[in-house]
Structure formats: structure tokens, C-alpha cells
């Protein structure tokens, strides 16, 4: 009709086909939403659901111009981006959501710990490993040698030689792009270590962290839509093991404080970037309060338990950012809830069948298998979601862990050492 206002495109894009993306397409569905995606790969977990596939690299700009071509809005499974290469298509009007400007100083741990200080948020003491090159002639365990402070303090002399001294060992090397699961991480116990690591890395792309003695660790998935709407999921503890993810629990028994606080650092980042899409944090919690982590611009596996858990979960939450809908619910519709990841064994398609089968079988079980081709050790090839009753604190906590225990044993952690 001559004078009418053009209705918005009912579908979204998504550059990455893996699991995340798989469970996006599923949450689209069920929204009447169609959704694209940009991926290498025929096998990729989301291409069998997607409505449209565009086979390219993730890195292609000119794939992903035409990705958007057909879409409403363009958002990301990983955060591993050319946002240079991208710019030029948010300056011909491709919507990105979140913006390629709020993506900016997530998408690099550096800049990530730059935006943590300027916001004034807590997180571990860094410092950029290309800053310490050739100012490392005094170890920071012999800091307090002749001509320390009385009181065994690091001198301000020490640290302006090797700013570390401050920090002493053992450090984390952390790889500014690119690391996940425990790649790109590196334990330094001591000053030789650190020169063998600015000997065999690129500095510029690493930084360094103090080493912090956790007790827990939580994550925080948030949202926040296009007019400013920010919502929560019930912050949740993590458990990793060899640097995987193992399992996650929600809601994490804190105190509400400790919740209140995690929002509160949600609300900061979000409102500072005009982030529009959902966030995840992770954090540390022990004796030194709570710490930001990482920041993941994206879904987040922590945040894979809503899907049954709460009245919309992550993905749907994403979904209806992306295509120009409003924030729904995200409360808890249960006590709590146990996910588990399904990590890749090294064996035989069969056996999977059966211990899939075996899980399906669990009282208040949710399996979700991602059709990944290959099982190769410590691979994320599927989870598991246990709804869990229990109404008090110290009985939800038993019984995750009786329902830890039952699923373990039919699938277990895999016996090799993480890659």
C-alpha cells in the first residue's frame, strides 16, 4: 500500500554454525523467527535447522554482507571478529547486534581489563606482557631483599624496574584473543618461566594477570534489548575441570549481596557500551570478593540450564534482541537446575548411543545432543539439564550433587588430559 510503513524483515543472522548457534535456530523456531547463518561447514550443529546458510568463512565480510542482505540483524556465535573488516558494512547500514562499537573492547582480553578499570569494576591485578619486555632485571621473590621496605612491602623502586614485583608469582599468562576452555592460558610460577614465555610468544597479544585463590567460581548471564531493558539469569556456580567446563549450578547459594553486586557490574557494562544482545561474565569469589573474569559478548554455556529452567532462556532472550523484540521473563520456574557438559570420550559412536540413551532415562533429564561429527576427547558434543525440587539450600545442594553422581557414571570425564 502506497504510504505504508515497510514491515521488519522476520529474520536474523548468525555468523557461526556450531552448538550455539544450533541453539538459536531452535529457540527461533519456536518464535517464528527465521534465522541465517554464515559457516564453513555442512556438518556445523546449525546448519540442519537453519532457514538459510550462507557456506563461507566466518571471517569472509563479503559473506557476511550477504548474510544480512535477507536479515533483520546480524549478531555473532564467538567473538573471534575482524571488526575492521566488518565496519565497512555497519556503514552501509547492516545492523549489528550487539554494535560493532560495543563489540570493540570485548572482544580482546586487554582491552576488556582496560574497560574493567576505567568502569572502576573489580577484577585481577595485569599488566600487558609487551610492557615488561626489558624490565625484568629484579624478581619479585627477591623483592624484599637489600633495600626493601622494613615491613617486607615491595618497594616503589622494584616495581618501577619489573611492575610485576607488586604481584609476585605465580602469575596467569593469558592470550588476548582467542583462548577458550584453558587454551590460551599459561600458569607462570616463576621469573624464568615468564622470560621463556616473552621468548616464544608474540607479547603484544598476551597479558598478565595475578594468580587468584578462588573458592567459587560464578557467571552471570545478562540481557539487555534495544530500549534499554536489562534483565538477569539467576547468577550460577561453574565447575571446571582441567579448565573445561564441568558442570553448572543455579541459583549459586550466596549471599545477595554477592548477586547484587554481579548485576550491578552487568548494568555498568551494559549501560556504558550501549551493549543491545546478551553478556556473559565469569568471576572468581574468595577472600578477595568478587572478581570479574572474562567477559564473553555472546550465549554462554553457564547460561545453557535456562532453556528448561526459566520462562525464556538465553537464546530466546538473544533471538528477540536481535530481531527488535522486547526482554522477556527470565525467572526461575524451579527450585534450581543442574547442567551438565557431555564432553567427547574418544570412543565409539555406539557407546555414545547407549549412554545417550542411558541419560534420557534419568528422572528430569534434558539431553541435548549437537550432531557434531567428530568425538574427539574433551570436545563439548552435547549437555545435559536436571531440573532439580529440593526447596531449601542445603537439600538443593545434596541433591545436584546425588544427580552429579548418577550422570557421571554413565558418562564420565574423559581420562585423557585436556588438549
Given at each position: 500500500?502506497?504510504?505504508?510503513?515497510?514491515?521488519?524483515?522476520?529474520?536474523?543472522?548468525?555468523?557461526?554454525?556450531g552448538q550455539l548457534a544450533l541453539m538459536l535456530a531452535e529457540a527461533a523456531a519456536q518464535?517464528?523467527?527465521?534465522?541465517?547463518?554464515?559457516?564453513?561447514?555442512t556438518d556445523d550443529p546449525a546448519t540442519g535447522l537453519a532457514t538459510a546458510v550462507v557456506m563461507a568463512d566466518l571471517a569472509d565480510a563479503d559473506a557476511t554482507r550477504r548474510l544480512g542482505a535477507g536479515c533483520r540483524a546480524i549478531s555473532f556465535e564467538n567473538e573471534w571478529l575482524d571488526l575492521e573488516a566488518l565496519a565497512p558494512l555497519a556503514a552501509e547500514g547492516l545492523m549489528f547486534?550487539?554494535?560493532?562499537?560495543?563489540?570493540?573492547?570485548?572482544?580482546?582480553?586487554?582491552r576488556q581489563r582496560e574497560l574493567l578499570e576505567r568502569l572502576h569494576l573489580p577484577s585481577p591485578r595485569w599488566w600487558p606482557l609487551d610492557q615488561l619486555q626489558g624490565r625484568l632485571a629484579l624478581d619479585p621473590a627477591a623483592s624484599a631483599g637489600d633495600g626493601a621496605p622494613a615491613d617486607g612491602s615491595t618497594s616503589e623502586a622494584a616495581i618501577a624496574v619489573n611492575p610485576m614485583a607488586s604481584l609476585g608469582y605465580p602469575l596467569m599468562a593469558k592470550a588476548a584473543?582467542?583462548?577458550?576452555?584453558?587454551?590460551?592460558?599459561?600458569?607462570?610460577?616463576?621469573?624464568?618461566?615468564?622470560?621463556?614465555?616473552?621468548?616464544?610468544?608474540?607479547?603484544?597479544?598476551?597479558i598478565l594477570e595475578e594468580f587468584v585463590d578462588f573458592d567459587q567460581e560464578f557467571a552471570l548471564v545478562a540481557c539487555r534489548d534495544g530500549s534499554g531493558e536489562v534483565g538477569w539469569f539467576p547468577l550460577a556456580c561453574t565447575h571446571?575441570?582441567?579448565?573445561?567446563c564441568d558442570w553448572v549450578f543455579a541459583p549459586a547459594q550466596v549471599e545477595h549481596a554477592v548477586e547484587a553486586l554481579a548485576r550491578n557490574v552487568a548494568a555498568s557494562i551494559l549501560a556504558s557500551l550501549d551493549y543491545v544482545g546478551v553478556l556473559s561474565i565469569e568471576f572468581f569469589y574468595g577472600?578477595?570478593?568478587?572478581?570479574v573474569n572474562e567477559l564473553a559478548p555472546r550465549t554462554h554455556n553457564s547460561g545453557h540450564y535456562t532453556i528448561e529452567a526459566c520462562a525464556a532462556s538465553q537464546f530466546d532472550q538473544q533471538v528477540r534482541i536481535v530481531s527488535g523484540a522486547p526482554l522477556a521473563s527470565t525467572d526461575l520456574l524451579v527450585p534450581g537446575a543442574l547442567m551438565v557438559n557431555l564432553l567427547g570420550l574418544g570412543q565409539s559412536g555406539g557407546q555414545e548411543a547407549?549412554?545417550?540413551a542411558a541419560l534420557s532415562q534419568l528422572s528430569g533429564s534434558h539431553v541435548?545432543?549437537?550432531g557434531k561429527r567428530e568425538s574427539r576427547p574433551w570436545r563439548k558434543l552435547g549437555h545435559l539439564t536436571v531440573l532439580l525440587e529440593s526447596n531449601n539450600p542445603p537439600d538443593l545442594e545434596q541433591e545436584a550433587a546425588r544427580r552429579l553422581a548418577e550422570i557421571r557414571a554413565i558418562w564420565p570425564l574423559p581420562s585423557a588430559p585436556a588438549p
Amino acid at each position: 500500500m502506497s504510504g505504508a510503513e515497510t514491515p521488519a524483515i522476520a529474520a536474523i543472522g548468525i555468523v557461526g554454525g556450531g552448538q550455539l548457534a544450533l541453539m538459536l535456530a531452535e529457540a527461533a523456531a519456536q518464535q517464528g523467527v527465521e534465522l541465517h547463518v554464515q559457516t564453513p561447514s555442512t556438518d556445523d550443529p546449525a546448519t540442519g535447522l537453519a532457514t538459510a546458510v550462507v557456506m563461507a568463512d566466518l571471517a569472509d565480510a563479503d559473506a557476511t554482507r550477504r548474510l544480512g542482505a535477507g536479515c533483520r540483524a546480524i549478531s555473532f556465535e564467538n567473538e573471534w571478529l575482524d571488526l575492521e573488516a566488518l565496519a565497512p558494512l555497519a556503514a552501509e547500514g547492516l545492523m549489528f547486534r550487539p554494535s560493532l562499537a560495543a563489540l570493540e573492547p570485548l572482544v580482546n582480553k586487554r582491552r576488556q581489563r582496560e574497560l574493567l578499570e576505567r568502569l572502576h569494576l573489580p577484577s585481577p591485578r595485569w599488566w600487558p606482557l609487551d610492557q615488561l619486555q626489558g624490565r625484568l632485571a629484579l624478581d619479585p621473590a627477591a623483592s624484599a631483599g637489600d633495600g626493601a621496605p622494613a615491613d617486607g612491602s615491595t618497594s616503589e623502586a622494584a616495581i618501577a624496574v619489573n611492575p610485576m614485583a607488586s604481584l609476585g608469582y605465580p602469575l596467569m599468562a593469558k592470550a588476548a584473543t582467542g583462548g577458550y576452555d584453558g587454551k590460551g592460558t599459561v600458569l607462570i610460577p616463576d621469573q624464568p618461566a615468564l622470560e621463556a614465555l616473552l621468548e616464544r610468544v608474540e607479547p603484544a597479544d598476551w597479558i598478565l594477570e595475578e594468580f587468584v585463590d578462588f573458592d567459587q567460581e560464578f557467571a552471570l548471564v545478562a540481557c539487555r534489548d534495544g530500549s534499554g531493558e536489562v534483565g538477569w539469569f539467576p547468577l550460577a556456580c561453574t565447575h571446571q575441570h582441567q579448565q573445561v567446563c564441568d558442570w553448572v549450578f543455579a541459583p549459586a547459594q550466596v549471599e545477595h549481596a554477592v548477586e547484587a553486586l554481579a548485576r550491578n557490574v552487568a548494568a555498568s557494562i551494559l549501560a556504558s557500551l550501549d551493549y543491545v544482545g546478551v553478556l556473559s561474565i565469569e568471576f572468581f569469589y574468595g577472600s578477595g570478593g568478587l572478581l570479574v573474569n572474562e567477559l564473553a559478548p555472546r550465549t554462554h554455556n553457564s547460561g545453557h540450564y535456562t532453556i528448561e529452567a526459566c520462562a525464556a532462556s538465553q537464546f530466546d532472550q538473544q533471538v528477540r534482541i536481535v530481531s527488535g523484540a522486547p526482554l522477556a521473563s527470565t525467572d526461575l520456574l524451579v527450585p534450581g537446575a543442574l547442567m551438565v557438559n557431555l564432553l567427547g570420550l574418544g570412543q565409539s559412536g555406539g557407546q555414545e548411543a547407549e549412554r545417550l540413551a542411558a541419560l534420557s532415562q534419568l528422572s528430569g533429564s534434558h539431553v541435548h545432543w549437537y550432531g557434531k561429527r567428530e568425538s574427539r576427547p574433551w570436545r563439548k558434543l552435547g549437555h545435559l539439564t536436571v531440573l532439580l525440587e529440593s526447596n531449601n539450600p542445603p537439600d538443593l545442594e545434596q541433591e545436584a550433587a546425588r544427580r552429579l553422581a548418577e550422570i557421571r557414571a554413565i558418562w564420565p570425564l574423559p581420562s585423557a588430559p585436556a588438549p
